[in-house]
């Protein structure tokens, strides 16, 4: 009997998972629509120029961003050029020569340098070595919080104490007290990876949400400290309550920018991994949903080789799952035609 129940479960699971699924994939790209780490309508240009070896669009577009003080801005597109300068550099090469001085090119270099760095074999030796181009950035603008994100991430590499890093932190956050870069490399530093513990990665990352302003991805900062909970192992139940309650904060924070706005990208492929792993599927959906077709290699890098087939399968697992809880007819289906004589 237990055994027949069970056979039971499992065909009605599949049949709702099979009338249900085609029809979840409303407000859903196809997989080929998708793109991974696509660049918004401003740095797209850039990349293409820089692909052509002309840097003038990229230097354009970060003396733009620093004239304005667009802080969060500049960094994206700092990180987005220097990433495309590590297999492609001439463009960069040929803007440093032509403007040894310029900040903006000081910075894409000091982020390049670090780029590189970090994945090499000799780290530690090769971050030492690049503590010079990260205090030519920094004197490039005084009022610029980039350089001192870009120092807070050397700091990490280089083995810095907390008394060091607390004061590259303090320079950071007197430029920009909000910005999401800095906080995130904090928080980096904080976690139980590196130099601090869950418990102290949760408390910054908590604290900073509450301090920060309304709409600030700062506010998300929660779901990143969950997530390197959840990478570590099974969560007691008092720390899978503190991982839910980071879901449900950047839930809020999601919810206030539009559906498809590669700005919150990273942040809401994040937290459809988090709620995939709670278990959360339909609100991992609405996430997928709301991400359009801006996946982001964060935090799908974490696991794979394919951070564009490892989201793409994990969009694909969640319709499976939301459909297979689904009834497999509705109340109007139940009653069936009700005709003159029902």
Known sequence: MVRTMSLLRALIST???VRHTPQLAAGLPPD??????AP???LAPALVAAALGEYEPAAKLLATTREAAEWENR???????AAFAYGRDGWLTAWLRAAPRDP???LVRAELAIRRAWESPARAERLRETGPMIDAAADGDPRDPVPWRVALDHARGTHATHTAFESLWEQAVR??????G????????????WYGSHRECFDFAEQAAHDALPGSLVRALPVRAAFTLLLSGEPTSVQADRIDAAADLAIAVSAQYEAGDPWPAEVRNLLAYVLVERGRWEEA??????IGSYATSFPWTSFTDDPLGHFLESRHAVRIQVASAMPLRSRTERRGPRGHYA
């Open 175 to 180: 430029r920009a007290s909000h910005h999401y």
């Open 104 to 106: 903006d090119a000081l």
């Open 182 to 193: 800095c906080h995130v490399a904090a928080l980096q530093y904080l976690s139980a990876e």
């Open 75 to 81: 960094d994206r597109y700092v990180v987005r050029l």
């Open 32 to 37: 080929d629509a998708v793109l991974l780490d």
């Open 285 to 290: 959906l609405e996430q997928f949903r709301l």
């Open 40 to 42: 918004d309508e401003r």
């Open 15 to 17: 049949a709702r998972m």
